[in-house]
C-alpha cells in the first residue's frame, strides 16, 4: 500500500535514547558498535518535524530498566545482554536514558515508558492512539531488529496499518537491519522512505 495521505497518522519514535545510539552509551560501554543506530537520528528529527507540522500526534518511546535489569527476566538470562547488568542501561533519571541529542520531544507530544522492546507491552498506547482516531503508524527508531520490529508487529496484530520509514531506522547489526526491513516490509506492514513520507504531508 503506497503511502499517499498522513490522514489518521501518528508519529512513533522508538528509543532514540543514548544508550543505544552514542557512543558513550551503555550499549557502546558494553562492545556494540551503535553507529548504525545514531545514523537513524537525522531521519527521526525529520521525521517528528514532519509530524509536526502536519499537526497528527508524535510519540516517542523510551526503554527504561533498573540497574541490574531485574525488570525483565529474560535480560538477565539472555548472553547478549550479561555486559548491560549493573552499568545503568537506560536507567530512570540518567544520561543513558535521555533522548539522543538533538532529538526531543515537543510540548504535546506523547511519551511511553516500557520495559519490555515493545510499547504495546504493559502500557496504554493503543488505546490512547485510538482515542486520537490513529489508524496509521509512521515508524523510525531503533534498533531495527529488536524494538522497532517488536513495535510494529504488536501494531500491526492491533489493527494498525504501519509504514517503517527505513532512513529513519539502526541497528547494531547491518545484517540484522536488512532483514528485519524485509521481514516488516514483507508481513507486518510497508517499507517506505523519507521522502515518501514528505510527498504524503504535502
Not at 106 to 120: E, H, I, N, T
Not at 166 to 178: F, L
Request: aromatic residues 6%; charged residues 20%.
Amino acid at each position: 500500500m503506497t503511502l499517499r495521505t498522513l490522514d489518521r497518522a501518528a508519529v512513533v519514535i522508538v528509543d532514540m535514547q543514548n544508550g543505544f545510539c552514542h557512543p558513550d552509551g551503555s550499549f557502546g560501554r558494553a562492545g556494540a558498535d551503535v553507529s548504525g543506530c545514531g545514523a537513524a537520528a537525522p531521519a527521526c528529527e525529520e521525521l517528528a518535524r514532519i509530524g509536526h507540522d502536519a499537526g497528527i500526534p508524535v510519540v516517542w518511546t523510551r526503554a527504561i530498566h533498573e540497574n541490574d535489569l531485574s525488570d525483565w527476566r529474560m535480560l538477565t538470562e539472555v548472553p547478549m545482554y550479561k555486559g548491560l547488568i549493573g552499568i545503568g542501561s537506560c536507567v530512570e533519571g540518567t544520561w543513558d536514558a535521555e533522548f539522543f541529542a538533538p532529538l526531543t520531544p515537543a510540548d504535546g507530544d506523547l511519551v511511553v515508558s516500557k520495559s519490555r522492546f515493545s510499547p504495546f507491552v504493559e502500557t496504554d498506547i493503543a488505546d490512547r492512539l485510538r482515542a486520537l482516531g490513529v489508524e496509521n503508524l509512521l515508524v523510525g527508531g531503533v534498533g531495527t531488529s529488536a524494538c522497532v520490529e517488536s513495535t510494529v508487529r504488536d501494531a500491526s496484530q492491533r489493527d494498525f496499518r504501519t509504514y517503517v520509514v527505513t532512513e529513519a531506522t539502526g541497528d547494531i547489526s547491518p545484517a540484522a537491519h536488512e532483514h528485519s526491513l524485509h521481514v516488516m516490509g514483507a508481513l507486518f506492514g510497508w517499507t517506505v522512505s523519507i521522502e515518501d513520507v514528505r510527498a504524503a504531508a504535502a
